[in-house]
């Protein structure tokens, strides 16, 4: 996507294939009728809006973030929807070298919206535990809060915890039916200037799903 961005906003003008169904790859989607099954061309028109009060960018350890994003896929698209997001992060220093970091994940996809381009629950920064895309619908919630911990001056660790869900409608949503994502890491501070973190995180997932992640900086 281009992005023209003014006083930590801007414009959104966005141009994108979404995939082919591989029926082969995904035993669960054998109908052809299903939305976007033969893929298509996107374009896309929105705004975004950032509010960033962090301390700093790569490990924040006090301050706050909220990032909002409205995309309309209009008539010269193959398929005619919008997708809606909130993104909102709170950062608060407990102990010395100790932080608790919180997330609050929203995404809203409207009806028409073919397969890949809805809501995806997983992944290696949200529900880590459930690979992503394991569950999709057109609305997805999640709350996640991370202890983070140095106890050298290069290592570190985090403990985690997540619960969420996708519906068809928010309304769908249950308490009742909520996953969950619960797992911890270690950190390596290669780059103490920037505060730019190695982190290897483990995660366990609601009905045995698990996973291992490797990356660059923090999470959220």
């Known amino acids: 996507p281009l992005l023209f961005f003014a006083d930590r906003s801007g414009f959104i003008l966005e141009y994108k294939k979404t995939k082919l169904i591989d029926a082969k790859q995904n035993t669960f989607i054998k109908d052809e009728l299903v939305n976007g099954f033969n893929g298509g061309d996107l374009y896309g028109l929105g705004i975004n809006l950032i509010w960033d009060r962090r301390d700093n960018v790569f490990y924040p350890t006090s301050g706050h973030y909220q990032y909002i994003k409205f995309i309309v896929y209009p008539d010269i698209s193959d398929y005619v929807f919008t997708t809606f997001e909130l993104d909102v992060r709170y950062y608060k220093k407990l102990l010395k070298n100790q932080i608790i970091a919180t997330n609050l994940y929203l995404k809203s996809v409207g009806k028409g919206a073919p397969f890949y381009e809805l809501a995806a629950l997983g992944g290696q920064n949200r529900m880590r535990g459930y690979f992503e895309g394991r569950y999709r619908d057109h609305n997805y919630v999640t709350l996640q809060t991370e202890l983070r911990q140095y106890f050298s ?27 969950y994502s619960l797992g911890g890491g270690l950190r390596y501070l290669f780059n103490k200037k920037e505060n730019v973190n190695l982190r290897m995180d483990i995660a366990i997932g609601k009905d045995g799903n698990k996973g291992i992640y490797f990356g660059i900086e923090e999470s959220f």
């Open 153 to 179: 001056k290069r290592f570190g660790f985090v403990a985690f915890a997540a619960i969420g869900d996708v519906g068809e409608e928010i309304t769908d949503l249950s308490l009742n039916e909520l996953k």
